[in-house]
């Protein structure tokens, strides 16, 4: 997936300022930032559910996998019902032997006559990431994935989602969680204000940071991190 | 989109509270208006004291006229509760158990007889009313005046009735009963014969000449009089009402009672099913992940309108079948008012996708086609002429721009031929179809995706 001088306004406020990265298949990028940075807005423009004022956005084949902060199905249906509707929309070939492999996947096979609504908020999520994952996208776009989950359940996701990296999926994730994204990302877009302000590796933040405020640098990721950030005016 | 509308039905059966609600409610609100429409007030209660003496009736020279009916006529329009004394009629009036007390006093027929004497009294009936509601104060000053009216009709009838026949006795002669007897009335026109029989036995001169304007005089009074008769008979009612219908016949009561019940039926289920539908897909945050390839607006939204005419249409035509109960439904003309019904639910489900489209909360949409529909389905039912000109002008222009009017109209029209023609309520229906779903789309553009 590559980006080229994503822009986007609301208004007054600039929410993107010429935004441009690349991930290749298999990468893992962390997209960071404080609130307000424009995560969000970045992702959801990657995933086509808004379209930029300026820029471009290229695909390569196969799908982009698309998964919302909040969780995207209906409370009202069972599990099997959810990933049923969305294997038929998706046009899969087989949406029962889908919607197996989706069960197996999350580990829900034996809850999926349960209605979502009843599920925890990490089951939810993981149904959420499985519709995601449905018609098997060769880019899976994470927005804040790990939110709302217990540590066990986050471990497990992020197993999951290493497992898809593994396989060749490219996977972009927004996260306010600076450990998670060091620990899970190959590569991270800062992004502060709308500007990307970092694009590489946790080690190379470390070692821009350094030259700046040595001590912030060799004490734990996020601290470095909001040096880098206040160095920088955020 | 089969798929969609199976997931709403299988949502909407999920929710039976919610289901059992969007049904029973508008389908009670729908039966209460259609019988309060269907239903003409209420007869109100009037007590009533007739204090005149059972064999009095009204005379006219002298003879007893037959009854007019007077009690009989006014207890046709009010329920009269028989009272036996002031006291009580007082008592029923100021405990509100009747509305109104009409005593008719003792002396009421000798007055009347006593109009055509040389001292004339005056007749009065006495009215008693409960002042202490407005609203019922003039209700019973409009009721009692008019069933005043009648009975002064009545009687005016018939004294008219018989203040002719004694013109015509004059004019043509016959028997008058007096004192038992019969009297022979020889009549205008028989002594004008009389009179011209004997003219040329008397001799020409003054004497012939003065029989001769008399022989003239009961020739013309005879055939003047003979005018008077009709004349003396309209004086009782002088204006008659010739009614005469203008701007199309309109469908029987009940016909029209069950068109207002299927369409306030029809327009709270699809209005409320389809907007809340539309706002359960962004408060489910479903609407992105659903537009971004899966499925396109046009046919979320399609899908929302086909599910509200479906459930409208299926709720709508059970209400029907079960108001066959209380009143018969002309099933030979089904295919007419089932149109109406599928293109008027059609309408109705395409502005509550608009109102649909501009909310993300179902609660919030809810109450949003509640504060829509309600008071357009009512100011839908204001008849022309219930209020003034200008404010009925701008009544027509919003129950125009909502579909509950038009299709009110056509399911009017599809129950009853005399309900008008089908074809004006179906063309604007199909023209508030196609804005309200311009409406949609631009609402779900400028709205959803935020």
């Known amino acids: 997936m590559r980006a080229r001088g994503l822009n986007k306004r609301f208004g007054e406020r600039q929410a993107l300022k010429d935004v441009g990265f690349e991930a290749a298949a298999g990468e893992l990028v962390a997209v ?19 379209a930029a004022d300026g820029g471009e956005v290229e695909t390569g084949a196969g799908a982009v996998g698309w998964v919302p902060q909040q969780a995207a199905l209906y409370r009202r249906l069972t599990v099997e019902e959810n990933l049923l509707l969305f294997a038929r929309l998706e046009k899969l070939p087989d949406p029962r032997a889908s919607v197996e492999e989706m069960l197996a996947l999350t580990g829900l096979g034996e809850r999926r006559g349960e209605i979502v609504a009843r599920l925890s908020g990490g089951n939810q999520q993981r149904i959420n990431i ?33 497992g898809l990296a593994g396989r060749g999926t490219t996977v972009i994730f927004s996260t306010h969680d600076i450990q998670e994204a060091e620990r899970y990302g190959n590569r991270m877009l800062v992004l502060a204000d709308g500007e990307a302000l970092f694009d590489g590796s946790a080690e190379e933040l470390r070692e821009a940071v350094r030259g700046e405020a040595a001590e912030a640098a060799d004490r734990d990721f996020e601290t470095a991190f909001v040096a880098y950030l206040h160095h920088r005016g955020h | 989109m089969r798929w969609l509308l199976l997931k709403d039905l299988q949502i909407l059966r999920r929710s039976p509270l919610q289901a059992a609600l969007l049904v029973v409610y508008p389908v009670l609100i729908a039966i209460l208006v259609g019988l309060a429409v269907s239903r003409g007030p209420e007869k109100p209660r009037v007590a009533f004291l007739n204090e005149v003496p059972e064999n009095s009736r009204i005379s006219l020279s002298g003879k007893r006229l037959p009854s007019a009916n007077v009690q009989e006529r006014i207890c046709e329009k009010v329920e009269c509760v028989q009272v036996h004394s002031r006291e009580e009629a007082v008592a029923k009036v100021e405990s509100g158990d009747v509305l109104a007390a009409l005593v008719l006093p003792e002396d009421l027929i ?55 026949k004694y013109l015509n006795l004059v004019i043509r002669g016959g028997e008058l009963p007096v004192l038992g007897s019969q009297i022979h009335i020889l009549g205008l026109e028989a002594s004008a014969h009389i009179l011209e029989a004997i003219e040329p036995a008397v001799p020409r001169g003054p004497l012939r000449v003065a029989l001769s304007q008399v022989t003239e005089f009961a020739n013309q009074a005879g055939q003047n009089l003979d005018i008077a008769g009709p004349l003396i008979k309209r004086l009782a009612q002088p204006i008659e009402v010739h009614k005469v219908a203008v701007g199309g016949s309109s469908p029987p009561l009940e016909t029209f009672a069950i068109a207002v019940a299927a369409t306030l039926t029809l327009a709270f289920v699809t209005v409320l099913l389809v907007a809340g539908s539309l706002a359960l897909e962004r408060e489910e945050n479903a609407y992105p992940r659903l537009t971004r390839g899966l499925v396109s607006c046009e046919a979320l939204l399609g899908e929302k309108v086909l599910l509200g005419t479906v459930v409208g249409l299926v709720v709508t035509i059970l209400m029907m079948a079960g108001l066959t109960i209380f009143t018969p439904i ?26 649909g489209a501009v909310a993300r909360e179902v609660r919030a949409v809810s109450l949003l086609a509640f504060m829509v529909t309600l008071p357009v389905a009512f100011l839908s039912l204001v008849p022309a002429g219930a209020v003034g000109k200008g404010l009925f002008d701008v009544i027509k222009v919003i129950t125009a721009l909502f579909p509950f009017k038009p299709a009110l109209e056509a ?36 709205f959803a995706r935020v």
């Not at chain 2, 007055?111 to 019973?140: H, M, R, Y």
């Not at chain 2, 099933?331 to 502005?351: D, E």
């Not at chain 2, 599809?414 to 004006?424: H, I, N, R, T, V």
């Open chain 1, 32 to 50: 960071i930032g404080p609130n307000g940075a424009g995560k969000t807005t970045l992702l959801s423009i990657l995933a086509g559910i808004q």
């Open chain 1, 130 to 162: 499985a519709i995601g994952l449905m018609a098997r996208p060769s880019v899976l776009l994470l927005d804040e994935p790990s939110v709302g989950l217990d540590p066990r359940q986050r471990a497990r996701l992020w197993e999951f989602v290493s």
């Open chain 2, 110 to 164: 000798n007055k009347i007889n006593s109009l055509s004497t040389l001292s004339p009294g005056t007749p009065k009936v006495e009215v008693l009313v409960n002042e202490s509601d407005p609203l019922k104060a003039g209700q019973v000053d409009d009721k009692i005046s008019a069933l005043l009216a009648q009975a002064n009709l009545a009687i005016a009838k018939r004294i008219a009735v018989e203040g002719s």
């Open chain 2, 330 to 355: 002309e099933w030979s003309r089904f295919g007419l008012w089932l149109a109406a019904i599928v293109v008027g639910g059609a309408a109705l489900a395409t502005a509550g996708a608009a109102l």
């Open chain 2, 411 to 446: 399911i009017t029209a599809g129950l009853d031929p005399s309900g008008g023609a089908l074809g004006g309520p179906l063309l604007h229906l199909a023209i508030l179809i196609v804005a309200y779903a311009i409406l949609a789309r631009v609402g779900l553009r400028r």
